[in-house]
């Protein structure tokens, strides 16, 4: 270390690109006289915690101090604590002008930031669902004095996502709060969500340039192969075994958007939302996914940990503990599982679908439908001479649901005169004698999956209007 700043002191020394921002935030940038020597830089800001380093930029040519320095910190809440104690203070007593302190300017950001800036005050956790704003305050109020908590919620159910917002007075809180908490929190530094598109793109052409250069990647991205399908990303990551759940934790070394990760997870049906959260504390990118059935989760934890995005980068995928019961998820997924294949196995085979059909319509067990929509009870189909006053046109993905299945999941909503597929191909029709049977059925299955197949429901043309455009096949 003495080594170093020595040298720093004879201007010939710079710290390396890979270490400037390990951890992040850490570096300090500061205004100050010509005339300060690095040891009274030391002697001011040691007592805020562990100098790594002290660089005084000098003139090449004259190798005068041009008034500017960096102090490189062992911890982010060490920097920010010195940035707020010493910004505006003279260093000696014969010193006339007060220094200015800020975070140094990383990759990640635009410019240097102050004691002020809201980036540096704010986090972003990822929470248990049942976690209330102040549940959320009471386990981040001891790092420090909290302005205010709030809880992203469905807008249209107003369900918690599992996610939040801690916003604290000083950022050597935030800091400490990131540092310091409990590792299932995954608390990163929020940024405004006005900036994030501003600068995703300037650190995704940055992280190339730094690859052009040679430099290796701060976090290790082992090969998919190489790696146990259900360990966690991290290899400092030391909590076991995963829970499982529906919830997934994406992180890459290149910044992505929401379409690219939505693009990317949309691959596994069942998606049902995902979201982005650029970490202003690194040059990584986050983002939270979630499935509507923890079978395509799984899938999509096992196709897609260590998928290359864009090539040459892989993606980390680890389920969030939502605190469900992973023995309940496990066997629903194993159901679902059994049924999808089953379905898939039934329909490209016709003697066992009409097996199938004939079996099941005989049999005392009803088929076992897998879904998280809530349907009505069953009720009896309408006479096949009912005259038909609405038909529906259903689109299967990845592949049609077994007739037998079909049948009790459209009779739910009463009046169903009969459902069919059309062979060959991944779609359907129902036909109703009832239009407000219809459109409830609309209502409850359009975009929904059950046994792992979602479902576009929608009104189907006439049949004079699509007799030249669709076979109807009985």
């Not at 300090?28 to 007592?47: A, G, H, M, N, Q």
């Not at 009870?377 to 005259?387: I, R």
Request: one cysteine or more; glycine letters at 6%; proline letters at 6%.
């Amino acid at each position: 270390m003495d080594e170093a700043g020595s040298s720093a002191s004879g201007g010939g020394f710079r710290p390396g690109v890979d270490s400037l921002d390990e951890p992040p935030n850490s570096r300090i940038f500061l205004v100050i006289s010509k005339y300060t020597p690095e040891s009274v830089l030391r002697e001011r800001f040691s007592p805020f915690g562990d100098i790594q380093d002290i660089w005084v930029v000098r003139d090449k040519h004259t190798k005068e101090s041009k008034g500017i320095a960096f102090v490189k910190f062992a911890r982010s809440s060490q920097a920010c604590r010195a940035m707020e104690e010493m910004h505006g203070q003279c260093l000696g007593p014969n010193d006339t002008k007060p220094i200015k302190v800020f975070i140094a300017q990383s990759r990640s950001s635009g410019s240097h930031r102050d004691v002020e800036d809201e980036e540096l005050t704010r986090i972003f956790v990822m929470i248990p669902k049942s976690y209330t704003e102040e549940d959320l305050r009471e386990k981040f109020k001891v790092y420090g004095d909290i302005e205010y908590c709030s809880i992203i919620k469905n807008k249209v159910t107003g369900e918690s996502k599992g996610l939040g917002y801690v916003r604290y007075l000083k950022p050597s809180q935030a800091a400490q709060a990131i540092e310091n908490c409990d590792r299932s929190f995954r608390a990163i530094l929020a940024e405004p969500k006005n900036k994030a598109s501003e600068s995703s793109e300037q650190d995704y052409y940055s992280n190339m340039r730094q690859e052009a250069l040679g430099h290796e990647p701060r976090v290790t991205m082992f090969p998919f192969e190489q790696q146990s399908e259900f360990s966690s990303f991290d290899k400092n990551d030391s909590r076991g075994q995963e829970a499982i759940s529906k919830r997934l934790s994406v992180v890459s070394r290149v910044p992505f958007t929401e379409e690219q990760l939505f693009s990317i997870f949309d691959i596994v049906p069942g998606l049902e939302y995902c979201e982005v959260q650029r970490d202003p504390y690194s040059n990584y990118g986050h983002g939270v996914v979630q499935y509507f059935n923890v079978a395509s989760a799984i899938y999509a934890k096992y196709k897609l940990h260590g998928f290359q995005y864009p090539p040459g980068n892989r993606i980390g995928v680890s389920f969030i503990d939502d605190g469900s019961n992973a023995t309940d998820l496990l066997r629903k997924m194993a159901t679902q599982m059994v049924a999808a294949q089953l379905a898939s196995m039934v329909w490209n085979n016709p003697s066992q679908q009409q097996l199938m059909q004939f079996g099941g319509s005989s049999g005392s067990q009803l088929p076992q439908i897998q879904t998280d929509v809530v349907l009505p009870s069953c009720k009896k189909k309408a006479p096949p001479e009912t005259p038909v006053k609405e038909r529906l046109f259903i689109v299967f993905n990845p592949h049609p649901l077994p007739l037998d299945v079909l049948e009790d999941i459209f009779c739910r909503f009463g009046n169903l005169i009969e459902v069919y597929l059309v062979s060959g191909k991944n779609v359907g029709y129902a036909k109703y004698a009832d239009r407000i049977s219809a459109n409830d059925a609309i209502a409850t299955l359009h975009g929904k999956i059950l046994n792992g197949v979602r479902l576009k429901v929608m009104l189907a043309d006439s049949p004079r209007e699509e007799s030249n455009k669709r076979q109807r096949t009985y």
